[in-house]
C-alpha cells in the first residue's frame, strides 16, 4: 500500500493534465479543487485560474456573470456530484482518473435511462396522448464540397484564419465557378465518377483533384463509401486478440435471437415476448436484427431483452463492453480519416486519432493494398447533364 501511495503521488496522470490545462488557460475559468489540495493551487500565478472548492462554487453560482465562465473539475464522487455537474449551465470540463470517469458515465447511463422510462411511462401518454417514439438514427454525410471547405479551414493558420473566417468567397474557391463531372477508367477496367473539386491520392501520399488527372497518373481512389466499417473489419483481420472479442459478441446476440426466432411460432409472438422484457425498438427494426443490418441493438435494453429471453443475461456485461468499444471505433473512424491516410502514406506513422484505436501499421498497410490499390489512370471523360 505505501509503495502505492508512493507510485501515485510521483506519477499522477491527473496532476499532470490538470497542471498543464491550467498552465493553458487563457480565459476566466474557475477550478473546483477538493478542499485538502486547495491550498497547493492558490499560489499559481496564472491570473486567469481562480481556484475554489465545491461549497465556494456553490455560494457564488448565485451571480449570473458566473454562469457565461469555464468550469474545471478535478474529481468526481458519485451522483451527487453529477446532479451538480450535470444542472450548470456553465461550459464544463472534468479531469479524471479512469475510475471517476467510469463512475461519471455510469451516473449519465442512469440518468438517460430514467428520461427513458419517463418518456415511455403510462402516466405520460395518459396526460399529452403522444406516444413516444425512439429517433432512429441516420447516417449523416458530408458533401465533398463542405468537405472541402472544412480542410481548407484547418490547414489555415490562426493569423490567416482570422483573415479569412468572413470571406466565405475564399473558401467557395475551387479553380471553376461550375462543377464538372469526369468518368475515369483504370488499368484494371475498373471506372468511378468524380466531381471535378473531389480529391485522390497521388502515388507519394498527396491529395489532388480530379480536375488536376492526366492519362497515366497513378493514384488511390479514397472509399468515401463504407471506409469507417472497412477499415474496422480489416483491423478485425489483423488485430482478432483486441477486436475479434467484439466480432464474438456480436454473433453471440445475433445467434441468440435466431434461436429464439425458431423456439416461437412466428415472429409476432416473439415480438411480444421481447416487449415483455423491455424491448423498446419497433418491430420492423428487430427484423433489421434479423437480417445483420446492426453489430449490435439499438440500445442496450434491447440487448438485455433478447438475453434474457434466450437465458443468457450473464452475457450482457461483456456485450455491452464491445457494444461501446464498436461505437467508438466507428465514431472515431468517421473523423478526419482522410489527413490520418495521408500522413501514412506519406511518412508510414500513425496519426493520433487511429492509435488511440490501437490501430497498426500492417492493419493499415493491408487497408490501403485492399481498399485503396495504386491504379493507373487510363481514360478520362468528361460527363454533362444530357449524359
Not at 491550467?22 to 478542499?35: A, G, L, P, Q
Not at 457565461?68 to 450548470?88: A, E, Q, R
Not at 457494444?323 to 467508438?328: A, F, I, L, M, P
Not at 490501403?368 to 487510363?378: A, G, Q
Amino acid at each position: 500500500m505505501k509503495n502505492l501511495i508512493s507510485y501515485l503521488k510521483e506519477n499522477n496522470p491527473k496532476l499532470k493534465k490538470l497542471n498543464e490545462t491550467i498552465s493553458n488557460t487563457t480565459k476566466k475559468t474557475f477550478f473546483v479543487i477538493d478542499r485538502e489540495n486547495i491550498d497547493s493551487f492558490k499560489t499559481n500565478k496564472n491570473r486567469n485560474c481562480q481556484f475554489i472548492t465545491q461549497a465556494e462554487l456553490k455560494k457564488i453560482m448565485k451571480d449570473s456573470e458566473k454562469d457565461k465562465k469555464t468550469i474545471v473539475f478535478n474529481s468526481f464522487n458519485g451522483l451527487k456530484d453529477f446532479d451538480f455537474i450535470y444542472n450548470l449551465p456553465n461550459n464544463v470540463r472534468l479531469v479524471l482518473h479512469k475510475q471517476e470517469k467510469d463512475l461519471y458515465f455510469k451516473q449519465l447511463q442512469n440518468h438517460t435511462k430514467q428520461l427513458e422510462e419517463e418518456l415511455i411511462s403510462a402516466d405520460r401518454f395518459s396526460i399529452c396522448g403522444i406516444k413516444y417514439e425512439p429517433i432512429v438514427e441516420e447516417e449523416v454525410k458530408i458533401s465533398p464540397t463542405l468537405e472541402d471547405i472544412i480542410k481548407k479551414i484547418d490547414d489555415y493558420k490562426p493569423k490567416d484564419y482570422d483573415n479569412y473566417k468572413d470571406d466565405t468567397d475564399s473558401l467557395l474557391d475551387n479553380d471553376e465557378i461550375e462543377k464538372t463531372t469526369y468518368q475515369i477508367t483504370f488499368n484494371d477496367n475498373s471506372e468511378i465518377e468524380l466531381e471535378s473539386n473531389e480529391t485522390v491520392f497521388d502515388s507519394k501520399g498527396n491529395l489532388i483533384k480530379s480536375l488536376r488527372l492526366n492519362i497515366s497518373d497513378k493514384v488511390r481512389i479514397y472509399p468515401k463509401e463504407n471506409i469507417a466499417e472497412n477499415l474496422y473489419q480489416t483491423a478485425v483481420e489483423e488485430n482478432p486478440e483486441l477486436y475479434g472479442k467484439i466480432e464474438a459478441h456480436s454473433k453471440q446476440w445475433q445467434s441468440t435471437l435466431k434461436d429464439l426466432d425458431k423456439k416461437y411460432t412466428n415472429r409476432n409472438e416473439l415480438y411480444k415476448e421481447l416487449k415483455n422484457n423491455k424491448l423498446r425498438v419497433l418491430s420492423a427494426t428487430v427484423d433489421s436484427y434479423f437480417r445483420g443490418n446492426r453489430k449490435f441493438p439499438m440500445f442496450n435494453s434491447d440487448l438485455k431483452a433478447i438475453l434474457i429471453l434466450g437465458g443468457k443475461e450473464n452475457l450482457f456485461s461483456e456485450i455491452i463492453k464491445s457494444k461501446r468499444q464498436y461505437n467508438s471505433t466507428m465514431i472515431t473512424l468517421g473523423r478526419g480519416i482522410k489527413q490520418e491516410l495521408k500522413m501514412f502514406l506519406q511518412t508510414k506513422k500513425i496519426g493520433d486519432i487511429l492509435s488511440k484505436k490501437n490501430f497498426t501499421s500492417e492493419t493499415l498497410q493491408k487497408f490501403i493494398e485492399t481498399d485503396m490499390p495504386l491504379l493507373t489512370v487510363t481514360k478520362i471523360e468528361e460527363i454533362n447533364d444530357e449524359q
